[in-house]
């Protein structure tokens, strides 16, 4: 192992671990939150099951004016919104709240756009047969859909990522704000190309991982 990187070993598995911690966040509330947030906006769409033009528009434009933020002035204009809710807007913790945030609507319109790639016949058969709101959403649309779903959470997990690397800005720590703080701003480049590395073997693992799945899973 290179001198460096036992040097800075400690502060550096810290940095991983922080980042670990707001990207499982972020994938917990897009899993909980943003998942049934793209199926409603679906489900409420102009000639679907709960076709509603009201919840529609206004989940739409949420989604949309979240979506159309840059990230890191959208982490600034929540800071008194992650005060509110974690009582302080530095931190690892702090830094969940905006990437929970942006992450429920990133992967809610992922999850969208996945089910209308879903064949109308199918809904369609579903309705012919009786099936209840429930059963049509879990038995036919999320198994028709999955490996759609499955790629939309893998390439929203590299975007999480991403983002995580801004979250210096509010004390998130992470892999990024290492690399900046201890590489960059110290004239270290070889660290700071060192966790560039670790970045990209994370994200090609969780690309590679994400794409396997995909494909086992895809029974069409």
């Known amino acids: 192992m290179p001198e460096i990187l036992v040097q800075y070993q400690m502060e550096i598995w810290q940095s ?20 049934p947030v793209g199926t409603l906006l679906f489900l409420c769409r102009k000639g ?33 919104f992650t005060r509110l809710v974690i009582g302080t807007a530095i931190g690892t913790a702090a830094a969940t709240v905006p990437l929970s945030i942006i992450a429920i609507a990133h992967y809610s319109r992922l999850v969208e ?6 064949p109308r016949g199918v809904l369609e058969a579903s309705v012919s047969m009786g099936a209840s ?23 929203s997990i590299i975007s999480f990522i991403s983002y995580s690397t801004i979250m210096g800005v509010v004390g998130g720590g992470g892999i990024g704000d290492f690399a900046i703080r201890y590489g960059y701003q110290q004239f270290k480049t070889d660290l700071m190309m060192y966790m560039i590395l670790i970045m990209v073997i994370l994200v090609q693992l969780i690309q590679f991982t994400g794409t396997t799945v995909a494909r086992l899973i895809d029974k069409r």
């Open 16 to 35: 991983i671990g922080e980042t670990f911690i707001m990207v499982g966040v972020s994938i917990l509330a897009a899993v909980i939150i943003g998942l």
């Open 133 to 155: 709101a429930k059963e049509i959403i879990f038995k036919f649309l999320f198994v028709e859909a999955r490996s759609g779903l499955v790629l939309g959470l893998t390439t």
């Open 113 to 118: 756009q996945s089910l209308l790639d879903v």
């Open 48 to 80: 679907q099951l709960f076709d509603n033009p009201v919840v529609f528009s206004v989940l739409n434009l949420i989604v949309n004016v979240i979506r159309s933020f840059p990230f890191l002035l959208l982490v600034v204009f929540l800071i008194p």
